[in-house]
């Protein structure tokens, strides 16, 4: 409802990648024959367009917008079955193409989160960007090896993902050699580009990206897209891009600390979270006090009980290793301050606990020592 915050609305919607794997769930469920599917299977689209607005987590008036796409215009037809290039007659035997089923709900999803698409991985633009040249050219000229091969290769020259590419370049080039001028079909060009886009998708929701990007982002405290585009200038080096982003957002820390900076990587912060002692204390880590923690400004790694020792009474956290100052959110101030006035009445009733234990070991020694 109306109720609800953007805020709120932005942690619901998915980034577009998650979107993509939806819009691939819904052309598997239109009974497809690979990449096209019968337009007799139209009302099945366009109830799964319509369950998709019923049970997104968007404002009322960007469901009205989408909703305008399986509106009736004044020759008949939605915009959405315009765009899928079908009449809607059943006498006519006609297909719907995956990459423009794909191209139709990209602007139905577009819609749908008009105000998040600042949350899309650059990625699914781009692979958005090249469907939409390729439908053009097929409509307006010959599709051939040597063009594709080309227009691959200048999009992967300005990509943020350029390795994402090579699989589709490949899987194109066993169908269209790029040294070819035949023509091909749109659905010669469809079925590579149907099984990269579903692999893409994983990689990016589920798959080994997608643990990188939550990495990248959950550690340095950046965004999804701009955690893509440095992992994407770093070849997905998970380690380089962690670099370059802290750099990026803690230049201080580099300036007054560089030989600690130079010295860190996300290896050695792996191989700290594998030690058994504190840098600090030298003390065991053990579950409670002295269990390990991460910083979030180098990634070393010290016992809790040590820093929350660092941590000073307008909770200011300034860390031992890169000398960055670091104020802590409210509810982890909170729990420190709590943390240190719970643990000097405890440490009374520990003391007392071990002065009386003393006592009644000397009294009972002292009974002992009395009987015959």
Known sequence: GS???????????????????????DWRASAPSGVTAPAAKLDSILERALARIQTASTDEAAQQDARGLLAVQGDGLPPLLRMLRVTGDPSKEELVHFLRFWQ???EFWRRLRQAFTCLD????????????????????????????????EALQSTSADRVAWHALEAAIAEVAPGDSEEAVRLEDVSE????????????????????????????????RPEACLHLGSSNWDIEEALRSLYTKKCPQALESQPPAFASWSSSGARLRRDEVWCPICIQPYKDGSHQSVQLR????????????????????????????????????????????????????????????????????????????
């Open 3 to 25: 109720r609800i915050s953007t805020a709120a609305r932005a942690a619901l919607v998915p980034p577009f990648m998650n979107v993509v794997g939806k819009i691939l769930r």
């Open 104 to 106: 139709a709900f990209h």
């Open 121 to 152: 991985e650059p990625v699914a633009e781009e692979a958005a960007e090249f469907r939409d040249t390729l439908l053009r050219r097929f409509e307006t000229g010959e599709v051939t090896g040597m063009w594709l091969a080309k227009e691959l």
């Open 192 to 223: 590579p580009f149907f099984q990269w886009l579903s692999d893409l998708s994983f990689d990016y929701c589920r798959g080994g990206r997608n643990a990188q990007i939550c990495c990248v982002r959950d550690v340095v405290g950046c965004s």
């Open 297 to 372: 400004c180098c990634f070393q790694v010290m016992c809790w009980s040590c820093r929350r020792k660092l941590v000073d009474h307008e909770g200011i956290f300034r860390c031992p290793f890169c000398r960055t100052a670091e104020e802590l959110s409210l509810a982890e101030a909170s729990f420190n301050q709590f943390a240190l006035h719970a643990r000097r009445p405890l440490n009374r009733v520990v003391g007392f606990a071990r002065g009386a234990g003393r006592f009644l070991g000397e009294l009972s020694a002292a009974i002992q020592a009395d009987l015959p």
